[in-house]
């Protein structure tokens, strides 16, 4: 059940970010219905919340000089290159979301990041950080 809740704030976090973002970050095809695009934002929170399961404890140990010298800043470039790999998955096929630029995964990086942290806060028992 955890898991499909962390699938569920992924992608309404990214969804709340292509609303801040929409020229930089955007979803895929523009032109998608309602229901579209509840599903290809569900997919993107799959590719995401996967990628960040399976990256970035990796990434964490790899990088970890780094966290130190930069004091945990690192963290969000780690999380823009998972962003980056997820729109490149999804780029892939029809679907998905597309990124402009590295500086702009970093940037939703962030936003993704502090509405995750905000909507975990608000769901009630959850354990899924």
């Known amino acids: 059940m955890w898991f499909i809740l962390r699938v569920a704030v992924a992608g ?8 801040f973002m929409d020229p930089h970050l955007r979803i895929e ?3 998608a219905s309602g229901w579209q695009t ?4 569900a997919g993107v929170g799959l590719v995401f919340t996967l990628v960040n399961m ?3 404890p990796v990434l964490h140990v790899l990088a970890f000089p780094l966290y130190l010298l930069t004091l945990g800043l690192f ?3 780690v999380n823009a ?3 980056m790999l997820t729109a490149w998955i999804t780029e892939q096929t029809d679907w998905g979301i597309r990124v402009e630029n590295f500086g702009w995964a ?4 962030l936003v993704i990041a502090i509405l995750q942290v905000l909507v975990n806060a608000v769901i009630p028992g959850n354990q899924s950080t």
Do not use: E, N, R
Request: aromatic letters at 8%; zero cysteines; charged letters at 5%.
């Open 38 to 41: 509840v599903g290809i934002l």
């Open 81 to 83: 290159g998972l962003l």
């Open 54 to 56: 399976i990256l970035k």
């Open 29 to 31: 095809p523009p032109d």
């Open 12 to 19: 309404f976090a990214i969804w709340l970010t292509t609303l």
């Open 106 to 109: 970093v940037l939703a990086a």
């Open 75 to 77: 963290s969000l470039v």
